[in-house]
T-cell receptor, first 113, second 114 residues
Framework: DAKTTQPNSMESNEEEPVHLPCNHS???????IHWYRQLPSQGPEYVIH???SNVNNRMASLAIAEDRKSSTLILHRATLRDAAVYYC??????????????FGSGTKLNVKP | NAGVTQTPKFQVLKTGQSMTLQCAQD?????MSWYRQDPGMGLRLIHY???????DQGEVPNGYNVSRSTTEDFPLRLLSAAPSQTSVYFC?????????????FGNGTRLTVT
């Protein structure tokens, strides 16, 4: 199964943009890139996902490298409520394995006021 | 909607005891799964189910049993608890329509085995 690599921790100032990187050099053609975040004492929540093209939603943007071996989650204006662990996950788009999510250890984002 | 509900929130067991962690969802999701999260680590998949009567193993299934008799419920059973099973357990669900279906998580059950 394809794996992802993320920095253990990052720090940001409130109201500044945050770029959270993820490497997935063994990504296959059918793997989708998903991002989840986990706030303290809560279960993970979905943030965004994409296959090849950059994606935007109300929470964040996802920038995917042309070779798909890396991606970046962009929080445009970090708030204190964005302090969480962010997980980059590859989800197999094939017929049989799309239900197996494998979470790595994620990036712990600290937001300073 | 309540979403995904896990009970209990906290549980302390002695080694060798058995218990069932409950998970229920009210979104009519066919896919449900169980994860464990150890301190400072990510989530690891224990078991999952793509519908009533169908279950399969994840990456860390040993010591856990599951069954799926209804769409709404997916209980996780520990037959003989061990200290290595001390962890936070998360249940998740989604629609089985492929990679565009996000997982919805419960808020977890914190289990301590002494």
């Amino acid at each position: 199964d394809a794996k992802t690599t993320q920095p253990n921790s990052m720090e940001s100032n409130e109201e500044e943009p945050v770029h959270l990187p993820c490497n997935h050099s063994t990504i296959s053609g059918t793997d989708y890139i998903h991002w989840y975040r986990q706030l303290p004492s809560q279960g993970p929540e979905y943030v965004i996902h994409g296959l090849t093209s950059n994606v935007n939603n109300r929470m964040a943007s996802l920038a995917i490298a042309e070779d798909r071996k890396s991606s970046t989650l962009i929080l445009h204006r970090a708030t204190l409520r964005d302090a969480a662990v962010y997980y980059c996950i590859l989800r197999d788009g094939g017929a049989y394995n799309f239900n197996k999510f494998y979470f790595g250890s994620g990036t712990k984002l600290n937001v300073k006021p | 909607n309540a979403g995904v509900t896990q009970t209990p929130k906290f549980q302390v067991l002695k080694t060798g005891q058995s218990m069932t962690l409950q998970c229920a969802q009210d979104m009519n999701h066919e896919y449900m799964s169980w994860y464990r999260q150890d301190p400072g680590m990510g989530l690891r998949l224990i078991h999952y189910s793509v519908g009533a009567g169908i279950t399969d193993q994840g990456e860390v299934p040993n010591g856990y049993n599951v069954s799926r008799s209804t769409t709404e419920d997916f209980p996780l059973r520990l037959l003989s608890a061990a200290p290595s099973q001390t962890s936070v357990y998360f249940c998740a669900s989604s629609t089985p329509t492929g990679v565009n279906s996000p997982l919805h998580f419960g808020n977890g059950t914190r289990l301590t085995v002494t």
